[in-house]
């Protein structure tokens, strides 16, 4: 997800309570929420660095204390105040698994169990912005703020809350954890709809259902036969016809796909990619030279790209995100 939304996760888990564990719990918290991704320094060696070490360790079940105890020192180096260090630890750890739950739950995945496993894990619930968390976040901190201003005109400051801003984060906490529930339920039935359909008289091989970022009852359907893949727009709350998907044809074998794969540019991007997409395209100069381009059907901004020339040797490649430039 978002810094935003885990900056907000760690505070309503102070909120909520973990801010009995330790003096400074709210600051332990928002750093360790949010510690994960110090991996974002690696973006200073380029998209296929980054590529690479975005939601690697950092994103793994064993750097979780490691990232915990990391959040507690650096408060208590700054404050140079004692702190609770076992609820300390406690209330950080809590902190570095929201984040790794909820990057879990969305659709580019975390590697839970590096180094031991490469494997990527997601629950394709929500996009890495969720509008609807964000709104539930945002009442959270804005709803008690009101409540109290609206209750201080009324009682003139005869009665005080005790837990400034405890209703408003179990009521945004409560909200992400339903909604996430919900969201499963329909995601599965997404994912039954375009299991249980024939595409161009083939049955699928595999499917994903990816989130729509405003309506949850609209989900992105991405299919994968033996010959081709499909992309349809899946609505749950109407009928599904499979003949409208958009049909991508794999290519036939190629020995410019052969070379472009063994590359380091293409062997990075296929350990990301969940749903690869080939394609060979001739190009003007040289002569005979063909450019082998691979994209996600996740993430169609997510490109790799080689040059291959007649004799099959790499003239260039390069990777990039969205419209930025290769790097």
Wanted: aromatic residues 10%; contains cysteine.
């Amino acid at each position: 997800m978002d810094n935003l939304t885990h900056t907000a996760i760690g505070l309503f888990l102070s909120r909520a309570g973990l801010n009995r564990w330790t003096p400074a719990a709210t600051p332990i918290l928002l750093l360790a929420a949010n510690a994960p991704d110090i991996d974002i320094v690696t973006l200073s060696g380029g998209s296929l660095n980054y590529l690479h070490y975005h939601r690697h360790l950092t994103h793994s079940l064993i750097a979780m204390p490691v990232l915990a105890a990391a959040a507690v020192l650096l408060v208590w180096a700054v404050r140079r105040k004692p702190v609770h260090w076992p609820g300390a630890l406690a209330a950080a750890l809590v902190g570095v698994a929201s984040h790794l739950l909820l990057d879990l739950t969305n659709t580019y995945g975390v590697r839970l169990f590096l180094p031991f496993s490469e494997e990527w894990l997601r629950l394709d619930l929500n996009s890495v912005i969720d509008l609807w968390i964000w709104a539930a976040l945002l009442l959270g901190i804005v709803g008690p703020f009101v409540g109290r201003l609206v209750g201080g005109e009324i009682t003139s400051g005869t009665l005080r809350d005790s837990h400034p801003g405890r209703a408003g984060a179990f009521f945004a906490l409560a909200f992400v954890l339903l909604y996430d529930c919900g969201r499963q339920v329909l995601h599965t039935r997404a994912v039954a709809m375009l299991e249980s359909r024939i595409y161009q008289s083939t049955p699928p091989a595999r499917v994903a259902a990816l989130p729509d970022e405003v309506n949850p009852l609209h989900w992105r359907g991405l299919v994968e036969t033996a010959d081709f893949y499909a992309v349809a727009d899946v609505n749950l709350a109407g009928e599904f016809d499979p003949s409208r998907a958009t049909v991508l044809p794999k290519p036939d074998a190629d020995p410019a796909m052969d070379v472009a794969r063994r590359t380091h540019t293409f062997q990075e991007f296929l350990r990301f990619s969940q749903f690869p997409v080939w394609q060979v395209v001739a190009m003007p100069e040289p002569e005979g030279a063909k450019e082998v381009r691979l994209v996600d059907l996740r993430f169609r901004t997510f490109t790799a790209r080689a040059t291959v020339d007649s004799r099959l040797r790499v003239l260039n490649e390069s990777f990039f995100f969205g419209s930025g430039r290769p790097k």
